[in-house]
């Protein structure tokens, strides 16, 4: 079914793709710390020879492990914000640390010796709150973001308030409004939209995002599951779309400097997502406007499933994207509405519950097994085998699923989140 392109759904959705499929340099929690760092030390209007940082636990679990590009293998919130201050443009929001001079990074190693850099978790309802305060003898300077990696909502120098944005649950009034996010119309909007208003960004996500993946498939990065499911397992599609997402996060988590197009405010999600649909494109040899319609589905499918969980949680966001690429496939192949929403629940159905212990190496396998999930879960369908409505929180109607999936995530886990940043934090 068509949907009017000037409907509010339709214009909606245009503006939650342009909004969403962003370049991102680098875990993005690390450059939200790199950011506030970039952004205070250009309103202190110096280089800052103290540094105190907090962090709400989340930023803390999603730091600690993962390698921050262009800082030579460096890992944790002092490299972040380091190489912020030294090397950062404050004006480039996601792509802070995207082009770092050579004489920032040679000054790197020097700094952090020399540099007081505190780090403390925040007393925080948030679960993405970073306050970096930077020091230059009398002077300072101070910036927050809350809830978005590049939502600032407080900055001063010298404790004089040059901004105090009030936080609200809607980060952005302007921001389009993700309920009207559906199945149903998510599948009418891909099959009549004008490609025209979102080719833009997704043939950039296509480019980006095939690019890591050839980085990950070809260099050494972390534990190199990418490379290993294709040693293992060969390269029928099914591995390789697998394979490729995994091999981007083993090269996203561990230092590459490629830039990747994000979703949901993740790159991690974003590779998931769109990596193993195009896959599947080169495959079947279908044309650039299918594959473009599919990658609608599942970057728009991945943000539906997301949504009721939010950004930041216990929840491992794979998932979601994994059920997402498992959509945007069944799309790509023909599948209808039916088709994509009980690919959708059988691919919930079978991960949810994988924890986020934070970037690291793990997430490429994490990201293997939430694609896997989203294949297998067309396949069943295509073959005449479904989970039904009462298979633990399967229930009738593919909204209600995602509702109660969506529930598990932000309501359920909560607690195993605070203990998961506990042990995490105590290990450091």
Known sequence: MSMESNSKVYQTYVEILQRELVPAMGCTEPIAIAYCAAMARSVLGAIPDRVEITASGNIIKNVKSVIVPNTNGRKGIAAAAAIGILGGDENAQLEVIAHVPEEAKAQLGEYLETTPVSVAPAASEYVLDVTVTVYRGDSSASVRAVNEH???????????????????DIIDEDAPDYNLLTVKDICDFADSCDLEQVAPVLKRQIRYNSAIAEEGMSGKYG??????LIRIYGDDVKVRAKARAAAASDARMNGCELPVVITSGSGNQGLTASLPVIEYA???????????????VSNLITLHAKQGIGRLSAYCGAVSAGAGAGAGIAYLLGGDTTTVSHTIVNALAITSGIVCDGAKSSCAAKIATSVDAGILGFEMYRNGHQFYGGDGLVVKGVENSICNFSQLG??????TDQEIIRMMTKCT
Do not use: S
């Not at 534990?223 to 290993?228: D, K, R, V």
């Not at 080169?282 to 609608?296: C, G, H, M, Q």
């Open 150 to 168: 590049t939502n600032l909502v407080h900055i001063e120098k010298d404790h004089t308030v040059l901004k105090d944005k009030e936080i609200l």
């Open 223 to 228: 534990a190199a599951i990418g490379q290993t």
């Open 282 to 296: 080169k495959e079947y040899d279908l044309p650039e406007e299918k594959l473009l319609r599919a990658l609608v």
């Open 410 to 415: 932000r309501v359920g886990m909560k607690q």
